[in-house]
């Protein structure tokens, strides 16, 4: 059985560590950053098209606590939750925002756009906070991961 696409990108699968990083709450945030890698180099190598990932932000009106730890669903559910988090619409807009032509150009190409502080708020390249997201090796690791297990 071939290992966990999740160990193969951060190579503890070639160091002999286990992880679950694939699995459970944990996996997502892992799966975002192999895809927001995955598009980088795309974007590279296909410079005729514009690529972008896009983070729909804290969104209410999502499943996210139904598997969430007790902890998570005490501290941040109930009356919290729309403090922190904006409209199920503010979140898909945050897509269409990306696709329309008028806006297309506005970011590199390539690039993830997210919240610049917590988790709602006006969108901006995260490569300026996350600077390993320009990593040309790492971005090359992602799509050749995703080619290996899944292409």
Not at 98 to 119: H, I, M, N, W
Request: glycine residues 10%; positive net charge; proline residues 6%.
């Amino acid at each position: 059985r071939s290992p966990g696409f999740a160990l193969h990108i951060n190579n503890q699968y070639k160091s002999g560590k286990k992880s679950d990083a694939g699995n459970g709450p944990c996996g997502y945030p892992v799966a975002k950053l192999i895809g927001t890698l995955y598009m980088a180099a795309l974007s590279r190598r296909h410079p005729e098209y514009h690529f972008a990932t896009v983070s729909p932000g804290g969104t209410q009106g999502t499943e996210i606590f139904k598997t969430a730890p007790f902890f998570m669903k005490c501290c941040i559910g109930g009356c919290v939750r729309p403090l922190l988090f904006h409209s199920l619409e503010t979140g898909a807009q945050r897509y269409i925002d990306e696709l329309c032509p008028d806006t297309v150009g506005q970011y590199p190409s390539g690039v993830f756009l997210a919240s610049r502080k917590g988790f709602t708020g006006a969108v901006f390249d995260m490569s300026v906070k996350m600077e390993f997201l320009k990593d040309d090796k790492m971005q090359d690791a992602a799509y050749n991961a995703i080619h290996r297990y899944f292409v």
